[in-house]
């Protein structure tokens, strides 16, 4: 009997200690110290409640509100990028201004060596869209103002709360690696990201996570979105008396009208991938006076492959409209040029996990309420503010369609995916006044503070988990052997930093009157 009573201790022994030292290797791994939920380390959990603290969620949120406020147009959002920067520069952020040759895009830097992981935050309005916060119905603080009717107010704000996070998180712990914060004007009409990587302003960036609004929360990988080449004709012609001697004329308007026929008559014969529009800048003072000077400024969008084709295409309609009206081409300038979006695979995965980490933000009646009254001014379904996380997002098939973004440039330099994080009434239109209604008050905040937490998460599971790291790094280097960078800007192309600079200035005073601006 004792014999048996001393094999049983010593199996006993053996089993303990074989248990003790798998919990020893699995603290030490990555510091993967569970704390009762998948994933929740100790580095992450601090980041995590540096952002669920109330008064850290307020100021963000107050943050994302001020830029709502000042409703700044692409390349002049002079306020809103100082915000971003002052904000984290108090948190010991290394800011370099002007990058690129852009004075409201910046890169913050805190950290160094590797690696090294990047956030993406846009800051810029769109014309035309001034509405009141929260109110269901149409109504414009100024009229023909600017609005944020994409969001974009709270997407710096969540980019800059996660690399905070991310930092503090750093320190307590002692975690080696950098961490970025690129501020980038313009997205609206995608302007500051091909400039930027023309730059190298990622060469060194293992990994970036971009960020956008949405009335849900979701992520996804594969290629999205049209390449796009952002285009300005001009063409010169003669003055002369409209109704005296417009034989003596030759019309600038005439060639750009001529253009857009040639252009329209174009579209039976383009890909069904494409898409072409058009708006014109310039086309004289008086219709009693032929016009010498007369613009049209195009936006041409197709897949990667089929872009530069249509483009040129596009060029020669241009060419013949001079040809046919007896006026010069006298410049086509391109202003931008991306291409789709090629989100990581194993960057969305990650950013996925952490979005069933966070879990969707619990709405209240009032917030309820106000997305139930815009959905019914809108003719939607009645149903408030989301109660489930959106499904996976899987490729599928030929990319028809959709918008741009210069994210896309990003994307095919270092491994990149998009979180897509809530705060917008499901329902509400894209680039329109329900949106800029919606992208304000508590129900923004708390959209906002989710998707820096998920932000934050991810970027440290990339700075602290080198497996990690190292597979999407591998999966970016096959993609890139079938899907190599070439830039589709010409050569000599330059930030358009005039742009938006007299629409803004039109409307700045009044905003301020009306409380827009401080």
Same mark, same amino acid.
């Given at each position: 009997m004792n014999t048996i009573i001393r094999y049983r201790r010593v199996f006993?022994?053996?089993?303990?200690?074989?248990?003790?030292?798998?919990?020893?290797?699995?603290?030490?791994?990555?510091?993967?110290?569970?704390?009762?939920?998948?994933?929740?380390?100790?580095?992450?959990k601090s980041a995590l409640e540096y952002l669920s603290d109330n008064l850290i969620v307020k100021k963000f949120g107050n943050i994302a509100d001020s830029i709502w406020h000042y409703a700044e147009l692409g390349m002049q959002e002079f306020k809103s990028s100082a915000i971003l920067i002052k904000t984290l520069e108090e948190e010991g952020f290394d800011v370099e201004k002007g990058v690129a040759g852009m004075p409201t895009c910046f890169v913050a830097t805190w950290g160094s060596g590797k690696p090294v992981?990047?956030?993406?935050?846009?800051?810029?309005?769109?014309?035309?869209?001034?509405?009141?916060?929260?109110?269901?119905?149409?109504?414009?603080?100024?009229?023909?103002?600017?609005?944020?009717?994409?969001?974009?107010?709270?997407?710096?704000?969540?980019?800059?709360?996660?690399?905070?996070?991310?930092?503090?998180?750093?320190?307590?712990?002692?975690?080696?690696?950098?961490?970025k914060f690129f501020g980038s004007p313009a997205e609206e009409t995608?302007?500051?990201?091909?400039?930027?990587?023309?730059?190298?302003?990622?060469?060194?960036?293992?990994?970036?996570?971009?960020?956008?609004?949405?009335?849900?929360?979701?992520?996804?990988?594969?290629v999205s979105g049209n390449a796009v080449i952002s285009v300005v004709f001009s063409f010169k012609g003669k003055t002369a008396h409209s109704a005296g001697s417009p034989?003596?004329?030759?019309?600038?308007?005439?060639?750009?009208?001529l253009m857009n026929i040639a252009a329209n008559?174009?579209?039976?014969?383009?890909?069904?991938?494409?898409?072409?529009?058009?708006?014109? !800048?310039?086309? &004289? $003072?008086?219709?009693? #006076? %032929? /016009?010498?000077?007369?613009?049209?400024w195009y936006y041409i969008r197709n897949t990667d492959e089929r872009l530069e084709e249509m483009y040129n295409r596009v060029v020669d309609c241009a060419r013949g409209a001079a040809l046919a009206s007896g006026t010069i081409l006298d410049s086509v300038r391109v202003i931008t040029a991306v291409h789709q979006k090629h989100s990581n695979k194993g960057m969305a995965e990650t950013i996925r996990k952490n979005i069933e980490l966070i879990g969707?933000?619990?709405?209240?009646?009032?917030?309820?309420?106000?997305?139930?009254?815009?959905?019914?001014?809108?003719?939607?379904?009645?149903?408030?503010?989301?109660?489930?996380?959106?499904?996976?997002?899987?490729?599928?098939?030929?990319?028809?369609?959709?918008?741009? !973004?210069?994210? &896309? $440039?990003?994307?095919? #330099? %270092? /491994?990149?995916?998009?979180?897509?994080?809530?705060?917008?009434?499901?329902?509400?239109?894209?680039?329109?006044?329900?949106?800029?209604a919606s992208f304000y008050g508590s129900a923004a905040w708390k959209g906002l503070n989710a998707g820096a937490k998920v932000m934050a998460a991810t970027a440290l599971d990339l700075l602290?988990?080198?497996?990690?790291?190292?597979?999407?790094?591998?999966e970016f280097a096959e993609y890139s052997k079938e899907h190599p960078y070439k830039s589709f800007l010409p050569e000599g192309a330059k930030p358009p930093l005039d742009l938006n600079r007299e629409l803004m200035d039109k409307y700045r005073k009044a905003m301020m009157q009306a409380g827009l601006e401080d």
């Open positions: 006993i022994t053996i089993i303990l200690f074989i248990l003790s030292t798998a919990l020893i290797f699995s603290q030490k791994e990555g510091e993967d110290e569970f704390l009762g939920k998948a994933d929740l380390y100790k580095a992450k992981i990047g956030i993406l935050g846009e800051f810029d309005a769109l014309p035309m869209l001034s509405q009141k916060a929260l109110t269901p119905v149409q109504d414009p603080v100024i009229p023909g103002a600017p609005g944020h009717g994409c969001g974009h107010n709270m997407m710096g704000p969540a980019g800059i709360a996660a690399a905070i996070a991310v930092k503090k998180s750093m320190e307590i712990h002692n975690l080696q690696g950098t961490i995608i302007i500051s990201r091909p400039y930027m990587v023309r730059e190298g302003v990622f060469n060194d960036v293992d990994a970036v996570i971009d960020n956008h609004t949405s009335s849900n929360f979701s992520t996804g990988y594969g034989w003596s004329g030759r019309s600038a308007l005439d060639a750009v009208e008559f174009l579209r039976e014969h383009l890909f069904y991938t494409y898409r072409l529009h058009y708006v014109i !800048t310039e086309g &004289g $003072e008086a219709p009693n #006076v %032929v /016009p010498d000077k007369a613009s049209v969707l933000p619990e709405w209240i009646e009032t917030e309820h309420s106000f997305a139930k009254s815009l959905q019914k001014e809108l003719g939607v379904k009645e149903t408030g503010y989301p109660m489930k996380i959106s499904p996976w997002r899987h490729p599928s098939g030929v990319q028809v369609g959709g918008g741009s !973004t210069d994210v &896309g $440039e990003v994307t095919l #330099v %270092v /491994p990149t995916a998009t979180l897509n994080f809530p705060g917008g009434v499901p329902g509400a239109i894209g680039h329109h006044w329900s949106s800029v602290t988990k080198q497996k990690l790291l190292n597979e999407i790094k591998a």
